[in-house]
């Protein structure tokens, strides 16, 4: 049996498969991904009032540009504060740039948080305290997109002293003593790991750095990831990430502890917490939303 619903953190990713410009031609809009977001987390603000984030990733995004953006709040609305912060670059660009501010693509190009990608959290604090630097999602830089790593969870684990002290005895210095820091730390391990073995079977074959990067980004096995990062895990998760290059995942404990559930067809992908608000928000049917399955994972990788 999962705790009470107001004693869990929320979660929320949104995986766009179209172009943003099929969003604007059948819903009038290339915000369809940034407004089923915010309904989606509205609808579970039971699960938390003491922060909400939101990440956004744009794929397939040149480089010299901000490609992943973050919006995260801790003050008493933080669900408004977010999505305010957020629509503020949109209402400067709306009434600057009349002519362009509907075309999809340009939207993408040149405003944050226009993407494929959403990752959103509601969070309701146990281990860690309240300041903003523990609202998720958490965020692990990598100037290589396959190494970035953006986390939200909805998790209490129960042996952190032993996730911990694994860290350490690997070398690390983490910059905190909490659950959320020990949990993307253990996935960022195993995720550099991933890419140097990969990196290193390439070059044994003679192919560039560029070419290696993007044969990276394609054979990066985020299944091996998350299992060998959750093997010493303990207690309830769900815990959902974005990978810089576009894979995304959520994974859920053993134990079906911490409960989640989503829903596909052929232009989105949605996981979310709670099974219902999938249903309202999207207006499909109860049948259509599957539960993730406890000791399961649900992978996106990047080519959808």
């Known amino acids: 049996?999962?705790?009470?619903?107001?004693h869990e953190c929320g979660i929320v990713l949104i995986r766009l498969l179209k172009p943003l410009d099929y969003y604007q031609k059948k819903y009038g809009t290339w915000k369809y991904g940034l407004n089923k977001l915010y309904l989606l987390m509205e609808k579970q603000h039971n699960r938390g009032q003491d922060g909400a984030g939101v990440v956004n990733l744009k794929i397939d995004y040149p480089a010299g540009q901000k490609y992943l953006y973050r919006a995260r709040s801790n003050q008493s609305n933080p669900i408004g504060d977010v999505f305010s912060e957020i629509h503020s670059y949109f209402q400067y660009a709306e009434h600057n740039c009349i002519d362009k501010f509907e075309d999809a693509q340009w939207a993408k190009n040149n405003l944050p948080f226009v993407g494929e990608l959403y990752l959103g959290h509601l969070r309701y604090g146990t281990f860690d305290n309240d300041s903003i630097d523990y609202v998720h999602p958490s965020m692990r830089e990598n100037n290589w997109r396959s190494r970035n790593l953006a986390l939200a969870g909805n998790f209490n684990l129960t042996n952190i002293d032993e996730i911990y002290k694994t860290l350490i005895e690997?070398?690390?210095?983490?910059?905190?003593?909490?659950?959320?820091?020990?949990?993307?730390e253990n996935i960022g391990h195993f995720l550099d790991e991933e890419n140097q073995l990969l990196f290193r079977k390439f070059k044994n074959q003679g192919f560039s750095n560029r070419k290696i990067t993007e044969m990276i980004e394609k054979d990066l096995d985020v299944r091996n990831i998350l299992e060998r990062s959750s093997r010493k895990w303990d207690g309830g998760y769900v815990v959902a990430g974005l990978i810089g290059h576009g894979d995304a995942f959520v994974t859920r404990d053993p134990w079906g502890i911490r409960p989640a559930s989503y829903y596909y067809n052929d232009e989105i992908v949605v996981v979310a917490s709670e099974r219902p608000v999938i249903q309202t928000a999207l207006d499909v049917n109860v049948n259509d939303v599957k539960e993730l399955k406890p000791g399961h994972a649900l992978i996106i990788k990047k080519d959808g």
Not at 1 to 6: A, F, G, W
């Open 1 to 6: 049996m999962s705790d009470e619903i107001k």
């Open 170 to 184: 690997l070398g690390q210095h983490p910059k905190d003593y909490t659950d959320t820091v020990s949990i993307l």
